[in-house]
């Protein structure tokens, strides 16, 4: 157990919805990532948060938010989504210090 | 350039044999360099990692060899167990203070045939 956690791990939905992922890090972790991997992909970087603000973008589509929460909480908000969208969808938190991210097991997304 | 190139896709190897992976970066800012496992329905965890300070880092059956004149890293399986079998990714980031984002390789299947 990593210690992160990601609700919900399994989610079905049609084109055009939104969808929101949620993501708990590691007691402590200020960091958050949130990576997509596609069937026989690696793993495509989306965005940082750290402390509630973000850091970094990676390739994120316009139709994709994300915020993180006082709580250190983030959320990967997914909307108008296409058949390509379905994908595990997952989330990270890091030790500052040493550099390791620590994954959670990942949200599941089917897009029909 | 941030990208990562790995290789191969794809390794099977028989049980008791050596696994060897492959990784190649461009950046010469990045000064952590990471293998990660992942087991299907799982998510990746940290296998064993190395800075550009060392040449190589042995923890159990496992070790990292880097050469930082070539941008180039590689892990070593040793004795390698079909219970190795899953998919490593290598990655690269550089420094931060608010952490960095890891740069991912393209993933390497592993079969360990019994």
């Known amino acids: 157990d990593s210690g992160v956690t990601q609700t919900p791990k399994h989610l079905i939905t049609a084109t055009g919805q939104r969808v929101t992922l949620r993501c708990s890090p590691r007691?402590?972790?200020?960091?958050v990532y949130w990576y997509q991997q596609s069937l026989d992909q690696g793993l495509q970087f989306l965005i940082q948060?750290?402390?509630?603000?973000?850091?970094a973008k990676g390739n994120i589509l316009e139709r994709f938010s994300a915020q993180q929460f006082p709580d250190l909480h983030s959320e990967l908000n997914l909307s108008s989504l296409e058949l390509g969208d379905s994908a595990l969808y997952f989330c990270?938190?890091?030790?500052?210090?040493?550099?390791?991210?620590?994954f959670g097991e990942g949200s599941r997304l089917t897009v029909l | 350039q941030q990208q990562v190139k790995q290789s191969p896709q794809s390794l099977i190897v028989q049980k008791g044999g050596i696994s060897i992976i492959n990784c190649a970066y461009e950046?010469?800012?990045?000064?952590?360099f990471p293998w990660y496992q992942q087991f299907p329905g799982k998510g990746p965890a940290l296998l064993i990692a190395?800075?550009?300070?060392?040449s190589e880092k042995k923890e159990g059956r496992f070790t990292i060899s880097f050469n930082k004149s070539a941008k180039q890293f590689s892990l070593h399986i040793m004795d390698s167990q079909p219970g190795d079998s899953a998919t490593y990714f290598c990655?690269?980031?550089?420094?931060?203070?608010?952490?960095?984002?890891?740069?991912f390789g393209e993933g390497t299947q592993l079969t360990v045939n019994p």
């Open positions: 950046n010469t800012a990045f000064d952590y």
């Open positions: 948060y750290y402390n509630g603000e973000e850091r």
């Open positions: 990655a690269a980031s550089g420094s931060g203070t608010s952490g960095s984002r890891l740069t």
């Open positions: 990270a938190s890091s030790v500052v210090q040493t550099g390791e991210l620590f």
């Open positions: 190395i800075r550009p300070d060392v």
């Open positions: 007691s402590g972790d200020l960091s």
